[in-house]
Each structure stands twice: as structure tokens, then as C-alpha cells.
């Protein structure tokens, strides 16, 4: 049971342009949310989050977008460097029936490619 | 590097046999949680403890334990290994239990099972 849905399994962005990386998810109880970058053989690291109460919030290049209505988020980095090609995972949790305080339920990932 | 680190980085058995993975959270942290992930899998969350106390179970199978010493770390144990228990195994760490407690990542133990 999936309640995180990351539908893209990759994507490949010119360097400067802006990298948009999408997220779904199926339960209403979750109240917060989190992204995660990840390059290979290290372990995953946070990049920003944003509570339910919000609808954005940015940290320099990486803003995130939550719209909670169509339960969906999406991460925006602009503008898009080399260094951010990873793997990106949108990650959500809450209080409330069917999911656990603390516990984060992961999506499967987009692969960010960011080319010169 | 987030401060929290896991041994073995990588570990290669036989299937039925037992092993322990080990997590040490970031100095002060309270909450370490388990997480699996398989080949095309997002990250499955497993197990959360907090100060040594289980505060919440995952789909962890019974072949699985963990637990949380009085100095913080964790081991996870798995027994009767199959085939499919291959995976990364990732611990992460948070101050408290909080909801916007920010969950910290050691670098994972990689288990092969032949």
C-alpha cells in the first residue's frame, strides 16, 4: 500500500533550468512533509520540509510546494546544478489514524539527472 | 556526514543464518528508527525506538528484532535469512519523537543473502 506515490521515475534537466519533482499521496492524516536527496552509497539527506498548515516554503534554490486539496507536492529547484543530479525522495508523516507519530512513509524516488 | 553511523557497511551471509546491524545516533538524539530498502522500493519504515522503549512497529517481520541500549545505539537482528531479506538497511536518528523532528540517516548496511 503505497501512500506516498512518486509517479516519475527520473528526470533530466539542463543546468540553469529549473527541476520540478513531483509527489502524491493518499492519506489526509498526514500533516507534514519532507524531502530527501540521495547519492549513491551514502544514506538519505534532508533537504527541506513544510507542514501542512503552509502551502510553501523555500530554503535558497529548493522551495517546496504543498497543494493539499489535490494532495500533492512538488519540490522546485532553481537554478539546477550538476551537484544536485540524485535520487529524491518525498517522505510524509502525521498524527491520527493509519499512520504513526514519527514514522515516515517514503515514495520510490526520482532520479534527477542535471546536465551542462 | 550526519552523524550517525552503521556497521557493517556491507555484509554478505548464507540463507537461515542470523546477523546484527548496529546504529549509532548523533550525539544526544533520543529517537532511532529502522528502515528497509529492497531492490525498486521506496524506504519501508520498520521499527522506532525511543530512549530504549519500542514507540512504533512497521511491517517488520517476526523474523526481525531490535532493540535500543541504555547508551543509545541499536542493533536490528534478522534470523532465518531468505533470499528476499537483501537489501539496504538504513537507521536514522531524531532529538525527540516528535512529529517535525527531523530524521538523520546513517549511510546503510548493504546485506546480501546467498
Known amino acids: 500500500d503505497q501512500q506516498v506515490k512518486q509517479n516519475s521515475p527520473s528526470l533530466s534537466v539542463q543546468e540553469g533550468r529549473i527541476s520540478i519533482l513531483n509527489c502524491d499521496y493518499t492519506n489526509s492524516m498526514f500533516d507534514y512533509f519532507l524531502w530527501y536527496k540521495k547519492y549513491p552509497a551514502e544514506g538519505p539527506t534532508f533537504l527541506i520540509s513544510?507542514?501542512?498548515?503552509?502551502d510553501k516554503n523555500e530554503d535558497g534554490r529548493f522551495t517546496v510546494f504543498l497543494n493539499k486539496s489535490a494532495k500533492h507536492l512538488s519540490l522546485h529547484i532553481v537554478p539546477s546544478q550538476p551537484g544536485d543530479s540524485a535520487v529524491y525522495f518525498c517522505?510524509?508523516?502525521?498524527f491520527g489514524r493509519g499512520s504513526t507519530l514519527g514514522r515516515l512513509y517514503f515514495g520510490r524516488g526520482t532520479q534527477l539527472t542535471v546536465w551542462p | 556526514d550526519s552523524g550517525v553511523t552503521q556497521t557493517p557497511k556491507h555484509l554478505i551471509t548464507a540463507t537461515g543464518q542470523r546477523v546484527t546491524l548496529r546504529c549509532s545516533p548523533r550525539?544526544?538524539?533520543?529517537?532511532v528508527y529502522w528502515y528497509q530498502q529492497s531492490l525498486d522500493q521506496g524506504l519501508q519504515f520498520l521499527i522506532h525506538y525511543y530512549n530504549g522503549e519500542e514507540r512504533a512497529k512497521g511491517n517488520i517481520l517476526e523474523r526481525f528484532s531490535a532493540q535500543q541500549f541504555p547508551d543509545l545505539h541499536s542493533e536490528l537482528n534478522l534470523s532465518s535469512l531468505e533470499l528476499g531479506d537483501s537489501a539496504l538497511y538504513f537507521c536514522?536518528?531524531?532529538?525527540?519523537?516528535?512529529?517535525?523532528?527531523?530524521?538523520?540517516f546513517g549511510p546503510g548496511t548493504r546485506l546480501t543473502v546467498l
Open positions: 517522505a510524509a508523516s502525521g
Open positions: 550525539s544526544g538524539d533520543l529517537s
Open positions: 536514522a536518528s531524531s532529538a525527540t519523537s516528535g512529529l517535525t523532528d527531523t530524521q538523520y
Open positions: 513544510i507542514s501542512s498548515i503552509k
